[in-house]
């Protein structure tokens, strides 16, 4: 019997992905455990393992296809002693009513995804199925932007749509509910101005803005995953979150000595020194025991409950080609100041090489951002959901300080914490800030 494979989630959160690469060919015999394709996320590049043995008898989607959908069928296995040619056969038809249904959604560019002909028939048979809306008016849609609109009480027949033909699908719904348009359709004139609601949530539409530059003036990039799902959570942060902002300087002189100290004393190893710690080393410590000294602030916000977590999980913001992503420093206030070093250096480098996995970089209960070594002096970070806290630290710098009535001159950096004023509020954050500034200014106490 064929064994169908299909794209794998490959985190809890993934809808789609890309197929970079095929590792196998047509008739190739594979085992399990055997790598056998390249998946690319938003934020990594990711190996699939085969799970069962046979032969590769029909690869569905091929390398270089995006926005592939969860669960849809990218390849089919021949059995050991199954004909390869029945099995792909087999396969290809008895898989395709599952991804037909995901392959509905995307908008005319993800169409080549659906490349076997069963497969890519079943989105045009679901398109010729018109629903009728309460006036009576045929409108084109997906069987699902149907279901949506039917809860969300909408009237299909007052959205814009953007599928093929005109056809409404998934986002066009959701942008409909987002910008508070598209309700039922009492009268005609509530059927004209619901579909100039929908950008509204988006910003102006591309047509709109290009009629703004002269034509060949620009050249249009395509989003990839990453920016896709930047764009989306800092939306979704700024719209949902109620950002508070707290700032504060703190004076570097004796943590620059005491860095310097432990680097000197480091020992060897192959001739290369076992841990250069950082400043930003030094900033994720001092933030991590600052929520253990401040429990209340290492919390996340739910519309039912405070989760307050018992450990620091710090995520700390490296930016890659095309966007950024958050490596998380797991316990990081039970850690020493050598194995968070050594860890984010591990970290970083598998960032910018897309290699790490969904469990690194989801989840934390706080975050980092450090533009000091790009010059920056200060500025403040947008909180990253279910965080309720970010520190975003600027450049520390030479400064004129007052000190027993006199000017003298220290090396200063000037931090800001955006917090979740759901959760953490005001007073709360410049306790937690407070903290921190004084394991900053007394560094020793990170030693023990």
Known sequence: ?????????????????????????????????????????????MEVEAVDEGTVAKIVVPAGTEGVKVNALIAVLAADGEDVAAAAKGGNGAAAPAPAEKKAEPAPASAPVSAPV??????VAAASQAAKTESGARVFSSPLARRLAKDAGIDLSAIAGSGPHGRVIKKDVESAVAGGGAKPAAAPAAGVAAPAAAPLAKGMSEDAVLKLFEPGSYE????????????????????TIPHFYV??????????????????????KDGKPVYKLS???????????????????????????????????????????????????????????????????DLGKRAKDRKLKPEEYQGGTTAVSNMGMMGVKDFAAVVN??????????????????????????NVM???????????????????????????????????
């Not at 931090?415 to 509020?425: E, G, K, N």
């Open 414 to 448: 000037t931090v800001t914490l955006s917090t979740d004023h759901r959760c953490v509020d005001g007073a709360l954050g410049a306790e937690l800030l407070g903290a921190f500034k004084r394991y900053i200014e007394n560094p020793m106490g990170m030693l023990v």
């Open 1 to 45: 019997m064929p064994i169908n494979i299909t794209m794998p989630a490959l985190s809890p959160t993934m809808e789609e992905g890309n197929l970079a690469k095929w590792l196998v060919k047509e008739g190739d015999k594979v085992k399990s455990g055997d790598v056998i394709a390249e998946i690319e996320t938003d934020k990594a590049t």
């Open 247 to 268: 700032s504060v300087d703190c004076e570097l002189d004796a943590l620059l000595a005491l860095r310097a100290q432990l680097n000197a004393a480091s020992p060897e």
């Open 220 to 239: 249009l990039v395509p989003h990839d995953g990453m920016r896709k799902t930047i764009a989306k959570r800092l939306v979704e942060s700024k719209q």
């Open 118 to 123: 069963p497969v890519a028939a079943q989105p």
């Open 279 to 345: 400043v930003n080393d030094m900033v994720i410590k001092a933030l991590a025991l600052a929520l253990r000294d401040v429990p209340d602030a290492n919390v996340s916000w739910t519309d039912s409950n405070m989760v307050k977590h018992k450990h620091a999980d710090v995520g700390v913001a490296v930016s890659i080609p095309g966007g950024l992503i958050t490596p998380i420093v797991r316990q990081a206030e039970l850690k020493s100041l050598s194995a968070i070093s050594n860890e984010m250096k």
């Open 385 to 410: 959901p279910p965080h309720a806290t970010i520190l975003a630290v600027g450049a520390g710098e030479e400064r004129v300080v007052v000190k027993n009535k006199q000017m003298v001159i220290a």
